[in-house]
């Protein structure tokens, strides 16, 4: 699958949103190594701190088919925004987890802005399992 392609399947995830709040759509796909695309969208709930973002529901919709990072290709996502729409603070930290360091973030938006990036460098200095072995 090309990185225009899994931009795409972010991007039909994205109409899949529940966001009656912010009315803030964001659609995202992960593309596994061999081949499969678990999407994600955010869903929001009243009770603000229950929101769900798109990033975090597709790289746990892969874990629970039963892949681990090791197995995670790409992971793309769009929304409607001026700049390639980049991932929140929370989804970082859960993608420095579980996603290689190296894989490609396809940022992107409804306009055909894109830019690439991976793990280390959404956040440098992330928290680890390593952390916590004092």
């Given at each position: 699958?090309?990185?225009?392609?899994?931009?795409q399947k972010a991007k039909d995830?994205?109409?899949?949103?529940?966001?009656?709040?912010?009315?803030?759509?964001?659609?995202?796909?992960?593309?596994?190594?061999?081949?499969?695309?678990?999407?994600?969208?955010?869903?929001?709930?009243?009770?603000?701190?229950?929101?769900?973002?798109?990033?975090?529901?597709?790289?746990?919709?892969?874990?629970?088919?039963?892949?681990?990072?090791?197995?995670?290709?790409?992971?793309?996502?769009?929304?409607?925004?001026?700049?390639?729409?980049?991932?929140?603070?929370?989804?970082?930290?859960?993608?420095?987890?579980?996603?290689?360091?190296?894989?490609?973030?396809?940022?992107?938006?409804?306009?055909?802005?894109?830019?690439?990036?991976?793990?280390?460098?959404?956040?440098?200095?992330?928290?680890?399992?390593?952390?916590?072995?004092?």
């Amino acid at each position: 699958m090309t990185k225009e392609q899994l931009i795409q399947k972010a991007k039909d995830a994205r109409e899949l949103s529940y966001s009656p709040y912010s009315n803030f759509k964001v659609g995202a796909a992960v593309l596994t190594k061999d081949g499969k695309v678990f999407l994600g969208a955010n869903i929001e709930n009243s009770a603000y701190s229950m929101c769900m973002c798109a990033e975090r529901n597709a790289l746990y919709h892969a874990y629970m088919n039963g892949y681990k990072k090791e197995d995670i290709a790409a992971l793309a996502l769009c929304a409607d925004t001026e700049e390639p729409c980049s991932p929140c603070g929370a989804c970082r930290q859960v993608i420095s987890e579980l996603m290689l360091p190296d894989a490609p973030i396809y940022m992107s938006n409804l306009k055909g802005a894109v830019k690439e990036t991976n793990a280390v460098e959404l956040l440098p200095f992330a928290f680890s399992p390593k952390d916590l072995n004092k």
